[in-house]
Every structure is written in structure tokens, then in C-alpha cells.
């Protein structure tokens, strides 16, 4: 067996020579990602191309229903049938009794080694950068296409931070200041308007974004996802977008590829491209785009869903374009692919998804075996508990530019219990919610009257963050669990935690072998922890980053220490607190399906920049009154009509 742990840049888990065998799939050249423009991030600009919004932001007395707000995991055409598979699935459940029982741990305040923290996007930028259009192409007054829940990304380097949520983008500077205005990502990536707000005769859900700056290649990576529910524009019905920045700024310019989706490209799982009016059409789409890079491949990991039908749902597609292509601006890179989830069984319902990339940082990557990277998924298929989790390797990354295959190997790995965290929220501090008082009177309901505050929504058990340690070769890896708090006298208290595995891959003569997994969880008292990032430094400091949640706590911004040696603390340390409650549309709207109320961020993120770990989160950092609300419905532009997501971005410095 090889064991990785020798410290310093080479720390990784090394294949063996020759190259083992037991590999459970290959990517092989499949589908062409194109380039389609080459584009910067309009900051203060509007998606469709409109001048500025004007207008009175007094609350109206009802709301069209061509103005009403959007969630991205159901487009206004997709079936009752998809919405119940989309990427929430296992929401609506009740909690499971199979819960792991922690302790709860104390909620302190800032580490002193918190050198940053400030307000990110929120709900306003949002809605200000994306106007409704009326049918002579004029901006309408807000308010905008609001959509939730907000999808957080974050990327550092070179000395500039940028978030990245749901179809909005910032840039800072690496100690948070500076900030520029809020762009549409559509600027980013080439696109027609979300939901076709701009009237062009496309209906497009975009979203899920990730970024990454890459320190070999001094270059900037971002992706989201792409469905065009009308199918009325040159990218096909579904695919990623990658953008790629043509320096090391990321305010300059980006190439941008589109990356069609291979389940369609080649009928896997009955998916295909057939026109919508074609009674066979069985559309698919790669949601929630996982984006990873390493020495020779960008790549991006998939959970393939049907947009019309019931099947395919949440199967797992593995895809590797060339980094050296993407830097150079090649018009066309050579992409492979691997549907592993139609094709690689899994222990138990299955199928495999959400194999979350372990991102190594500051361009520490492993050169063994043509290049070597390193996944965890989660194995809780049902909502119904489980011990164990995946740990994937992929090989010879480098084909992408020399030929072959990239191989795929998987081992099942013996862990502590998580499960599904509490079903379908979890509570909030009771505050000012002037939208739940007038929800009714705005949609036209029959029934005028005022709604009670919701909850936070937990989402699912996936595999949220993973990050290679540098300093150790260990993958970390955190998600969503519910948890039994002891209580004297009393039942357990069920809340809302976090889950995190520490493993180093261990290889055998043919393959990943089972190696040892340390269990850890992350349970603020009499409170909720959901949606971890997770990033560790080259000295083997890091931090895992997630929101705060409870009924003494606004959604607020926090964080747990990661010692040297993997070693993560006890203490719920808080960088930004909340001010208010959510009191967004998904609070109090039926999307149609019973399970998409209410929606909070599907994930966290966080980085790990020389010194310096970069986490950034969903939080609510507004509150305004009915009083304040009637007269400006945008408190003073911190909130849109219809949501008042907001985020926090913080900075630690480590050894």
C-alpha cells in the first residue's frame, strides 16, 4: 500500500507504478466545449443590455404574474414531476431518527485572527442588475427577476477576492476592500437574461456558480449551469458554461466556453436533443456544476436530471477539459466524459452524485500518474441515515492534452453517522417580516391575509465542501447532517449541523483500498450549523465556514477553526451577525411541488490563498419595518420586493 502524509508540497496520495487497474470507469473524448466570446463583468450593468432602472419603489397594490419571482431548481414550464426530482429532492422528508448525538458547542465571537469581514451581494444587487423588460426592450422599475435561493461562490488570488452567487459577481481586493459594483454574471458568461426577463423568446435558468483562481496558470475559472427551457438559442437545450479570465485580474476580460451536455450529446439514460415539439424530446440538464482544477484538467461534476420526465434524477457526470486549451484560447477543446452515475453501481438505491471535487490550494497539485486528483461523495441515497462515504481518484488528468483516458477509481470508506438534517427547516430568530404581512394582498390570493415568519431550508446530506490539506495529503470533507443535542431532563433536542471527514487515500496494488476516516461535527448549542465551506492552508490551518441559525440567532455568518495536523475546533465562532430573518417569496410560495418552501443557499464556500482563508456565506444582514417597507419596498436599497438574501465575506490570516 502507499500512503500519502510526507509533508510539504508533495504531500499526496501517490498511485502506484505502473498504474493500478482497477478503475471503475474511464472519461474518454465525447462531447466539443466551444468558445463562444470573449467578455468581461459588466459592474453596474444590467443583463439584456438596458440603462439604468428609475421608478417608484412604493409597494404596489398587487403584482402581475409575469413579475412574479423565480427558484431556479423549477423553471414555470418544467413538470410537477421534475420539480419533485430537481436538485432539492430530498427536501419535504421528515428528520431522520438516525441522527449522530453531539453535544452542543459554545457560540462565541470572532477569533482575533478575523483580519476581515464585510457585506457581500444581497438580494438588491440582484434585482437592480436584472430588470423585467417590457415589449419595446425599456427596463421596467423594480422589481427585478428576484430568485432564490442564493448559490454562493467564492474565488482569491493575486491579490483579489471574488464572490460569485446565484447570476450576480463582485470583485475585491484581497483585504475585502474595494469592492465594485455588483455585475449580472450573463456578462460573464455570454448569456441571454435569467428567465427571459429581457423578452428575446428564450427562457434560460442559470445559476449554480463556482470560481477558482488557479495559481499555476495565474488565470481565473468560473462556471454555472445552463437550461433553456424554450430551446431558442445556439447552446442547445442544456450544458455548463466555463469561463476562463485572459490574465490574472479578474475585472478584465474572460473567454467563455459552453460545455453541451453529454447525456443529451449521446442518449445516456434515454436523455437526448430532440426538439421540444418532438413527442420522444427527453431534454436532461447537469445541475448544480461542481467545478474542480488540478495541474492538467478543469472539471466539473454534474447530477444529470431530466427537465420534463422523472428520469433520469440526480445521476452523477464526470467531465475534463484541458486547462493549457482553455489558458491559450483554443476555439474548441476536446472534452471527456464519464457518466458514471448510469454506469457504476453503487453500494446500495443509489445512483452515485454529487462527487465533490477536493481543490488543492495555491497550485498544489499531484503530478503522479499523469496527474492525480481526488473527490468524496456522500452515500445516503433515501434519506435514511448512513455511515459510510465515497472517495474517488482520477488519473492520468493529463490526457486531456496527450491522448487516452482519464481513469476513475472509487472505494467505499467506513465513517461516523450523518443523515439528513431536520426536514424541511430549521428555525430562525423571530424579527420584522413585512413581505409575510402583505404576501397575499401581492399575489392576488382569495384569502387577504397576514402569513407567520418561516424557517431556513436544510437541503440534504450531499457532500457540501471538500479541500485537499496540503500539509498532510488528507481530503476534508463536510456537509449537512441533523444532530440529537442532549438535554438534561428532556428529550434530545433535533437540530441542523455539520458533519466533516478527515481521510488520506490509501492505494492498494490495483486501486483505492479502504483507508481510516476521521469523523467530527459541528453542533452550536441549542442551535442550527448548515451549508459548510471548507478550505485548509498550506501550514495545515484552515476553517470550515456555514451558517448560523436558531431561535436566539438571525442567519448569521460563522465559523469553526481548523487546526495543524486536521485538528478542528470546538468553538462556533460568529464573523457576521444577522440582523433579521429571511423574508423572501420561497418563505411563503408554493413553487408548485410542496417541497421548494422555503429556499436558503444550496451551499457555502471558502479558499485557501497563500496566508489567508477567504469563506463567504449566505446571512441576512437587513431589517426594515412594515412602516419602511410601504414607502420604499428596498429598505434603502438593501432588499428587492421579494427577497432579502444577503451574504458575508470574511477573511482569517493563518500561520
Avoid at 136 to 159: F, K, R, T
Avoid at 338 to 358: N, R
Amino acid at each position: 500500500m502507499v500512503l500519502a502524509g510526507i509533508g510539504g508540497a508533495g504531500a499526496y496520495a501517490a498511485p502506484p507504478s505502473p498504474p493500478p487497474t482497477g478503475y471503475v470507469a474511464q472519461a474518454t473524448p465525447t462531447v466539443t466545449a466551444t468558445l463562444v466570446g470573449t467578455t468581461r463583468l459588466d459592474f453596474g450593468g444590467m443583463a439584456g443590455g438596458g440603462s439604468a432602472v428609475s421608478g417608484s419603489t412604493k409597494l404596489p397594490a398587487t403584482i402581475p404574474a409575469s413579475r412574479m419571482p423565480h427558484t431556479p431548481d423549477v423553471g414555470d414550464k418544467a413538470s410537477a414531476t421534475t420539480a419533485k426530482h430537481a436538485s432539492v429532492s430530498r427536501v419535504g422528508m421528515k428528520a431522520n431518527p438516525i441522527n449522530p448525538t453531539v453535544a452542543g458547542q459554545p457560540v462565541a465571537g470572532a477569533t482575533a485572527n478575523l483580519s476581515a469581514s464585510v457585506a457581500g451581494l444581497n438580494a438588491f444587487d440582484q434585482g437592480i442588475t436584472h430588470p423585467v423588460y417590457d415589449s419595446s426592450g425599456h427596463p421596467l422599475s423594480l422589481p427585478g427577476v428576484d430568485i432564490e435561493p442564493p448559490d454562493q461562490g467564492v474565488c482569491a488570488g493575486n491579490g483579489y477576492v471574488m464572490e460569485i452567487n446565484n447570476v450576480v459577481a463582485r470583485v475585491f481586493s484581497a483585504n475585502l476592500t474595494g469592492g465594485t459594483k455588483a455585475a449580472p454574471i450573463e456578462s460573464l458568461f455570454k448569456t441571454p437574461e435569467v428567465f427571459g426577463a429581457a423578452g428575446d423568446g428564450s427562457f434560460s435558468i442559470q445559476g449554480d456558480p463556482r470560481c477558482f483562481y488557479d495559481a499555476q496558470s495565474g488565470r481565473w475559472f468560473a462556471s454555472q449551469l445552463w437550461l433553456d427551457e424554450n430551446d431558442a438559442t445556439g447552446y442547445g437545450w442544456a450544458g455548463t458554461f466555463v469561463a476562463v479570465s485572459t490574465s490574472g485580474d479578474p475585472n478584465g476580460t474572460w473567454n467563455d466556453y459552453f460545455v453541451p451536455d453529454a447525456y443529451n450529446a449521446t442518449g445516456t439514460s434515454t436523455c437526448n436533443n430532440l426538439p421540444p415539439t418532438d413527442p420522444s424530446a427527453n431534454p436532461c440538464l447537469g445541475d448544480q456544476p461542481l467545478l474542480g482544477v488540478d495541474g492538467a484538467s478543469v472539471q466539473i461534476s454534474t447530477n444529470e436530471y431530466s427537465v420534463f420526465r422523472s428520469n433520469p434524477a440526480a445521476q452523477a457526470g464526470l467531465y475534463f477539459l484541458s486547462k493549457a486549451a482553455m489558458v491559450a484560447g483554443a476555439k474548441s477543446v476536446s472534452t471527456l466524459f464519464s457518466a458514471v452515475g448510469a454506469t457504476v453501481a453503487a453500494p446500495g438505491a443509489g445512483p452515485w452524485y454529487s462527487l465533490t471535487p477536493a481543490q488543492a490550494p495555491d497550485g498544489r497539485y499531484s503530478t503522479a500518474n499523469g496527474g492525480t486528483s481526488y473527490a468524496l461523495s456522500a452515500l445516503d441515497f433515501v434519506n435514511a441515515g448512513d455511515n459510510r462515504i465515497a472517495e474517488w481518484a482520477y488519473t492520468n488528468t493529463s490526457a486531456v492534452d496527450h491522448g487516452g483516458s482519464v481513469k476513475i477509481f472509487e472505494t467505499t470508506l467506513s465513517s461516523g453517522q450523518y443523515a439528513a438534517p431536520p426536514l424541511p427547516t430549521v428555525a430562525q430568530k423571530t424579527g420584522s417580516v413585512p413581505l409575510a404581512l402583505v404576501w397575499n394582498r401581492l399575489n392576488g390570493a382569495k384569502k387577504n391575509s397576514p402569513l407567520p415568519e418561516g424557517g431556513i431550508a436544510t437541503n440534504d446530506d450531499r457532500m457540501g465542501s471538500v479541500t485537499v490539506d496540503p500539509s498532510t495529503g488528507a481530503l476534508l470533507g463536510a456537509l449537512n447532517t441533523g444532530v440529537n443535542q442532549p438535554r438534561t431532563g428532556s428529550t434530545a433536542l433535533v437540530q441542523g449541523g455539520i458533519a466533516y471527514f478527515v481521510t488520506t487515500p490509501v492505494w492498494g496494488a490495483t486501486g483505492l483500498v479502504p483507508g481510516s476516516v476521521t469523523t467530527g461535527y459541528i453542533a452550536p448549542a441549542g442551535a442550527n450549523a448548515v451549508y459548510p465551506g471548507v478550505a485548509v492552508a498550506a501550514s495545515g490551518a484552515g476553517v470550515i465556514g456555514y451558517t448560523l441559525t436558531g431561535s436566539a440567532y438571525y442567519p448569521s455568518q460563522a465559523y469553526t477553526v481548523i487546526r495543524s495536523g486536521d485538528q478542528v475546533g470546538s468553538v462556533v465562532h460568529v464573523a457576521r451577525s444577522g440582523v433579521g430573518p429571511q423574508d423572501g417569496f420561497s418563505e411563503y410560495q408554493d413553487i408548485g411541488t410542496g417541497l421548494y418552501s422555503p429556499r436558503w443557499g444550496d451551499y457555502g464556500a471558502a479558499v485557501a490563498h497563500g496566508s489567508t482563508i477567504t469563506f463567504a456565506g449566505e446571512m441576512i444582514g437587513q431589517s426594515c419595518t412594515s412602516t419602511q417597507f410601504a414607502s420604499d419596498f428596498t429598505c434603502g436599497g438593501t432588499r428587492d420586493l421579494f427577497a432579502n438574501w444577503g451574504t458575508g465575506v470574511s477573511t482569517l490570516s493563518v500561520p
